[in-house]
């Protein structure tokens, strides 16, 4: 009995102290906000947001309220998203693949890939492709224009859809479909980041499948090119699954650092509602709801996932 | 012959790879290195009249000479550079002398602790004939070396009792662990510095305020030690269970058993990982040109905003890449050569640490 | 380890009384001034470092006030979106940084604005070739401007009341959204009109390739604010202000105010403290005022060595005297 006591008694000691402290904080916040009449609750969402934005794949105008405009924000955070894990798998694959080829000079090169986009911060990455598009690519009116239809601008990348064409028309460019410069550093930038991390998982998935598989494989006749299709890779997508759903989530993380850029994120229009009303809490609050809701879901889907196969 | 046959033609396959890689190497990298190199401007007296003259065809590094005192230092008063520059010698030699394995003992701390301490000394000053310097006027290389070493500093006892903590069998201690660690790790990096740049100074009581920088630390202090604990856990659940059922044996209670037998085994066998999470930190140290500090991006960053410098974001950025560069890939070299030399251990691919 | 202590230490021995500003200022011995990080006219650091402009000089006229020394000032450049923040949080004393007055900020943010500075209004520059001689002929533009700014909103207001659409390029810097404007990125640049005439005259690398357009689509009084909650701070700054402005209007300048002891004139007089306890009112020296006119000057003097040389007029800046909109109430 007495060393559960002592346990309860410990436990008590630590809440009291958590709680204390939380305590602290939130009566200093409460007294602050009062003596400096910041005004705070959630209903200045339902206020008119008065600002526009660049960019948005769902309608929005300024008349609308900061609720609609934050999911604007999230929005172009769930496409720059989606785009650049697309992206990132496609090229992390073909490189860590390409780690693994009996050719030197493709391995080298990959190798020499990874270091590089390993090895720099991705927002020095992000301010790189940026500063390349918009300084080295020339003014609207004088696009480069490597495919018919298809124009490079410091205004973004115009291309055509089937039925539109983009043509310069007044001030702009319109019809046909719009890269802005900012979705398109950012896009490169995450993919090609990101891409290097999916690299060295998927060659570490690959290393770790014995290699008496290989030769058994070849025993049987099959090429290897046939090997690496049906017996390495669904083997190795076992180990690489799990640590690749956790770089997707880094990419969601990572496109977060489009605020740096001006890309409308929900973090930028966050920021800008924070500066328009002042309610520096609730704003962050909600960035940090929004992004947590999206970890633990992911975490969960993984933890089902991996029960799911290890049941196997 | 052979050497090149096996591994550059070894099958059609490979052969058609290693001709178009050649032929692509051969068509970029001439105009590449013609750019960066032959055309490029390095000095001069009227360098940025040179450089917008060679706009396209040179690149121009005669930014990076103008500027490299700001880019090393920030805004520190100029004739104290040395100061600065020696606390980084202090610094490079405190990192040097703990990638020794012969240095992992207790003393290593001690030692950190008189480094950092003189670290403080030489940078801030106000005393033995030292001006004193405000920390609003550090910034350059210096202020990231600086919040990655005090931040890993801080950051490692917090891990240690976070990882300790989420292995703990009281239910209340590891809930409170668990819930930092999830909820730390869920969020972008960005949103604990614009907490603590913004939320801080409403925490506090009416009258006590504190300083930019020390908010940026609080939060990369806090971002650190959530992965660090992940790592840290990773070691302790690494140590098989006779170490504990000995140490049980041989009387020692649950603090003795863990400061003298548990982490430094732990610790051993997670540095490969931690290294790796070093580095990831030293690449976060960049987010703070988000919040205004004047960090080695943002001085590369703003010299760029005068008129006579703008347009050479490029040049500016490749140069910011090759420093992050030198100094992440040494710290990778490190990790991985440690990795090999530790074969015994069984420690998986470490993730992408929040990168 | 040593900022976690510092920090402990800190809270454990400075949660005894609140300071007011004054008291702080006093203590420290400098004024902390939030500007603008480059602004010709306004705030902006000269070739030698020293910084210039019209509301650098507020922050100099409080410094001389409380401190009897208009240099005990230091500045800290300011974006827009980092403005209110660095004044909330205490990091500054003053934010003189070209801020617009309005209602939501005075109120929701935790501020007060203690007067106007400079009356402004938003207004909008082009490249002379794209053709256009009117704000109304902008539809479908791209258009460069800071985030967190009034601007930013007055901008959507106006081209939805015209029924037009634009492309917002939102730069939160100031040199960035002016490069990122003279190399193309975007059509129109919008500021308040002030800030179109300062670039205009220190950075546009052609300046007669640009035209400002004649509409003026907005308010934009510009003035100091300081935080909610310290009365006192706020009328020593609302009143350094005004005195720059009684200043002008009395005919005082700073080469002439120091002999001003023996004026007949009784307002003269209580503003230098030859009579009256204005000073000790505010809680100052009774030389407050003469030590703002003699080392930062007067009104119309801030003006003419700040935003003249770039070619701007009085206009609304006036004395109401003289048909503009400069009124400070009477100081007795």
């Known amino acids: 009995m007495k060393r559960s006591a002592k346990r309860a008694a410990i436990q008590a000691a630590v809440l009291l102290a958590v709680g204390a402290a939380a305590w602290f904080l939130v009566s200093n916040t409460l007294s602050n906000l009062e003596a400096r009449r910041i005004a705070s609750g959630f209903s200045f969402l339902q206020r008119e947001a008065g600002f526009a934005i660049g960019e948005s794949p769902i309608p929005y105008s300024a008349a609308d309220s900061y609720l609609k405009a934050l999911v604007v924000g999230l929005a172009n955070t769930f496409r720059v998203s989606a785009f650049g894990i697309v992206l990132a798998t496609l090229i992390g694959f073909a490189v860590g693949l390409g780690r693994l080829s009996p050719n030197a000079l493709l391995r080298g090169l990959c190798a020499a890939y990874v270091e590089l986009f390993r090895n720099t911060p991705l927002l020095v990455q992000l301010f790189f492709w940026y500063a390349l598009i918009t300084e080295t690519l020339p003014p609207a009116r004088e696009a480069l224009q490597p495919l018919p239809g298809v124009f490079l601008s410091n205004r973004g990348i115009?291309?055509?859809?089937?039925?539109?064409?983009?043509?310069?028309?007044?001030?702009?460019?319109?019809?046909?479909?719009?890269?802005?410069?900012?979705?398109?550093?950012?896009?490169?930038?995450?993919?090609?980041?990101?891409?290097?991390?999916?690299?060295?998982?998927?060659?570490?998935?690959?290393?770790?499948?014995?290699?008496?598989?290989?030769?058994?494989?070849?025993?049987?006749?099959?090429?290897?090119?046939?090997?690496?299709?049906?017996?390495?890779?669904?083997?190795?997508?076992?180990?690489?699954?799990?640590?690749?759903?956790?770089?997707?989530?880094?990419?969601?993380?990572?496109?977060?650092?489009?605020?740096?850029?001006?890309?409308p994120d929900l973090v930028s229009i966050a920021n800008t509602a924070i500066n328009q009303t002042g309610q520096a809490i609730e704003g962050i609050a909600v960035i940090m709801a929004v992004y947590l809701t999206i970890s633990l879901s992911i975490s969960a889907l993984m933890n089902w996932y991996n029960a799911r196969v290890l049941r196997r | 012959m052979r050497w090149l046959r096996e591994h550059f033609f070894s099958s059609w396959p490979s052969a058609l790879t290693t001709l178009v890689l050649l032929f692509v190497l051969?068509?970029?990298?001439?105009?590449?290195?013609?750019?960066?190199?032959?055309?490029?401007?390095?000095?001069?007296?009227?360098?940025?009249?040179?450089?917008?003259a060679a706009r396209g065809e040179g690149?121009?590094?005669?930014?990076?000479?103008?500027?490299?005192?700001?880019?090393?230092?920030?805004?520190?008063?100029?004739?104290?550079?040395?100061?600065?520059?020696?606390?980084?010698?202090?610094?490079?030699?405190?990192?040097?002398?703990?990638?020794?394995?012969?240095?992992?003992?207790?003393?290593?701390?001690?030692?950190?602790?008189?480094?950092?301490?003189?670290?403080?000394?030489?940078?801030?000053?106000?005393?033995?004939?030292?001006?004193?310097?405000?920390?609003e006027r550090w910034g350059g290389l210096m202020l990231t070396l600086l919040l990655t070493t005090f931040g890993i500093a801080a950051a490692f006892p917090l891990a240690i009792a976070l990882a300790l903590g989420r292995r703990s069998t009281l239910p209340v201690v590891r809930a409170l662990c668990i819930g930092y660690i999830e909820l730390i790790r869920g969020v972008p990096l960005i949103s604990l510095l614009f907490m603590a740049s913004v939320m801080l100074p409403l925490f506090l009581p009416e009258g006590l305020s504190i300083d930019k920088l020390l908010r940026a630390q609080i939060a990369l202090i806090l971002f650190a030690a959530a992965y660090l604990a992940e790592v840290v856990r990773g070691g302790l659940q690494a140590i098989p269970r006779h170490q504990y059922e000995a140490a049980d044996a041989l009387g020692l209670g649950y603090w003795s058993r863990t400061a003298f037998v548990i982490l430094p085994?732990?610790?051993?066998?997670?540095?490969?990982?931690?290294?790796?999470?070093?580095?990831?930190?030293?690449?976060?140290?960049?987010?703070?040109?988000?919040?205004?500090?004047?960090?080695?991006?943002?001085?590369?960053?703003?010299?760029?905003?005068e008129p006579a410098w703008s347009g050479f974001g490029v040049e500016a950025y490749l140069f910011a890449a090759a420093t992050y560069f030198i100094f992440c890939a040494a710290m990778s070299l490190y990790s991985r050569r440690l990795e090999l030399a530790s074969p015994g251990s069984s420690w998986p691919p470490a993730r992408a640490a929040g990168s | 380890m040593r900022a976690i202590v510092a920090v402990i230490v800190l809270l454990a021995c400075g949660t005894a009384a609140a300071q007011s500003t004054a008291q702080a200022v006093r203590s420290k011995g400098y004024v902390q001034c939030g500007v603008n990080t480059g602004l010709a006219g306004f705030s902006q650091p000269d070739s030698k470092g020293v910084w210039r402009g019209i509301d650098v000089d507020v922050c100099r006229a409080v410094a001389a006030a409380v401190l009897g020394d208009a240099s005990k000032v230091r500045y800290t450049p300011l974006t827009a979106q980092q403005r209110f923040t660095a004044l909330q949080s205490g990091e500054v004393d003053i934010l003189s940084r070209n801020t617009t007055w309005t209602l939501s900020r005075d109120t929701g943010l935790g501020i007060n604005f203690v007067g106007t500075n400079y009356y402004d209004g938003q207004a909008f520059m082009a490249r002379r070739k794209l053709n256009v001689t009117s704000a109304k002929q902008l539809d479908g533009a791209t258009v460069c401007v800071q985030p967190g700014t009034t601007t930013e909103l007055n901008l959507a207001d106006y081209f939805r009341a015209n029924g037009m659409s634009f492309r917002p390029v939102v730069i939160e810097k100031l040199e960035e959204v002016l490069n990122?404007?003279?190399?193309?990125?975007?059509?129109?640049?919008?500021?308040?009109?002030?800030?179109?005439?300062?670039?205009?005259?220190?950075?546009?690398?052609?300046?007669?390739?640009?035209?400002?357009?004649?509409?003026?689509?907005?308010?934009?009084?510009?003035?100091?604010?300081?935080?909610?909650?310290?009365?006192?701070?706020?009328?020593?700054?609302?009143?350094?202000?005004?005195?720059?402005?009684?200043?002008?209007?009395?005919?005082?300048?700073?080469?002439?105010?120091?002999?001003?002891?023996?004026?007949?004139?009784?307002?003269?007089?209580?503003?230098?403290?030859?009579?009256?306890?204005?000073?000790?009112?505010?809680?100052?020296?009774?030389?407050?005022?003469?030590?703002?006119?003699?080392?930062?000057?007067?009104?119309?003097?801030?003006?003419?060595?700040?935003?003249?040389?770039l070619g701007f007029e009085r206009g609304l800046n006036r004395l109401w005297t003289q048909g503009g909109l400069l009124y400070a109430p009477p100081l007795r």
């Open chain 1, 158 to 263: 115009f291309f055509p859809l089937p039925g539109s064409v983009p043509v310069l028309q007044g001030f702009n460019f319109s019809g046909g479909a719009h890269l802005s410069p900012e979705f398109a550093a950012l896009l490169a930038g995450l993919s090609i980041y990101t891409a290097s991390f999916i690299a060295e998982i998927v060659r570490a998935g690959v290393l770790s499948i014995r290699r008496g598989q290989r030769e058994a494989a070849q025993a049987l006749g099959l090429t290897p090119a046939m090997t690496t299709r049906h017996v390495v890779l669904p083997q190795a997508l076992r180990v690489i699954v799990p640590p690749l759903t956790g770089t997707y989530l880094d990419l969601t993380k990572n496109s977060s650092l489009a605020v740096a850029i001006g890309y």
């Open chain 2, 26 to 52: 051969f068509e970029a990298l001439p105009p590449f290195i013609d750019w960066a190199f032959v055309e490029a401007i390095w000095t001069g007296p009227d360098a940025s009249a040179a450089c917008r």
């Open chain 2, 59 to 135: 690149a121009c590094w005669a930014y990076i000479g103008e500027k490299h005192r700001f880019i090393l230092f920030g805004t520190y008063p100029y004739d104290e550079h040395w100061r600065p520059a020696l606390a980084m010698l202090v610094l490079l030699a405190l990192w040097g002398l703990s990638a020794l394995r012969r240095a992992w003992r207790w003393w290593l701390a001690v030692v950190w602790g008189c480094g950092l301490a003189a670290i403080g000394g030489l940078m801030w000053g106000g005393f033995a004939g030292l001006p004193y310097v405000e920390n």
């Open chain 2, 265 to 305: 085994q732990a610790l051993r066998i997670a540095v490969p990982p931690l290294v790796n999470v070093l580095v990831g930190f030293f690449k976060n140290t960049s987010l703070v040109v988000i919040i205004g500090l004047y960090d080695l991006l943002t001085s590369v960053k703003v010299g760029l905003q």
């Open chain 3, 180 to 309: 990122a404007y003279f190399a193309g990125r975007c059509d129109v640049y919008t500021t308040d009109q002030s800030g179109l005439v300062a670039v205009l005259a220190s950075r546009a690398p052609n300046p007669e390739e640009h035209v400002i357009l004649p509409e003026v689509i907005s308010k934009e009084p510009l003035g100091p604010a300081v935080r909610h909650g310290d009365d006192q701070w706020f009328d020593i700054v609302k009143w350094s202000l005004f005195a720059m402005i009684e200043a002008e209007e009395l005919g005082l300048t700073s080469k002439n105010v120091e002999k001003q002891g023996s004026s007949k004139n009784p307002s003269i007089q209580r503003f230098v403290g030859a009579t009256g306890e204005l000073g000790k009112m505010l809680g100052l020296d009774n030389r407050w005022a003469l030590e703002i006119v003699k080392q930062v000057g007067n009104y119309g003097e801030s003006f003419d060595a700040n935003l003249k040389p």
